[in-house]
């Protein structure tokens, strides 16, 4: 198998790992399957990453440097903030097509929570979804789409725990598809706060 291929760089290959947990989860993850998948030997894999682990910690720092850019493109696709909540929560779970696909990221948040190093970045992403959450939330009282005093620090934190809590449940029951499945929860989360331009942004999300 040829080397590494030149200006191949690391987002290509922390992107194309991602995909592998998600078809094999974290402890089916292999250098060889990554390395397989990019077109690589694994030993180019060792150079730059060290280890499996380093590889894991890799693609932690990397999704959590990429969390702020990636909701900011969300909001300049949507012109109504509570269209654009609602495709945040639909991105947020984009990679878990599938109860399976599911189940083996999370076990990789698994690892999150009990390897410092990881759980660094998890927690990183947390907070910049949640800053992602509150600015929209912000914005769409100034919009007049949700009602003036809304508590949008206590909303934030129950849109967050809604997108968790639905991927689990979607996993167990496995009714519809998950981004229809949010969508749906952040519309019932949401539509008690919403005036009337807020409900008509909410059923068109």
Known sequence: MAGRPRGLDDAVILRRAAEVIGRVGPAGLTLTAVADEVGLVPGTLVQRFGSKHGLLVALARQSAQDADAMYERLRQGHASPLTALAALAADAMAPMST??????????LCMDLTDPRLHEHALAIHRAQGRAVRTL??????????????????????????????????????????????????RSLLSPHATHRGTTALEES
Not at 99 to 108: I, R, S, V, Y
Request: net charge negative.
């Open 99 to 108: 109860p399976e696909t599911f189940a083996n990221h999370l076990a990789f």
């Open 137 to 186: 939330l912000t914005e769409a009282v100034a919009a007049g789409e949700l009602r003036a005093g809304t508590d949008t620090a206590a909303l934030a934190a129950s849109v967050q725990a809604s997108i968790a809590g639905t991927g689990l449940v979607w996993a167990l029951d496995r009714q519809g598809a998950l981004p229809q499945r949010l969508r749906r929860e952040i």
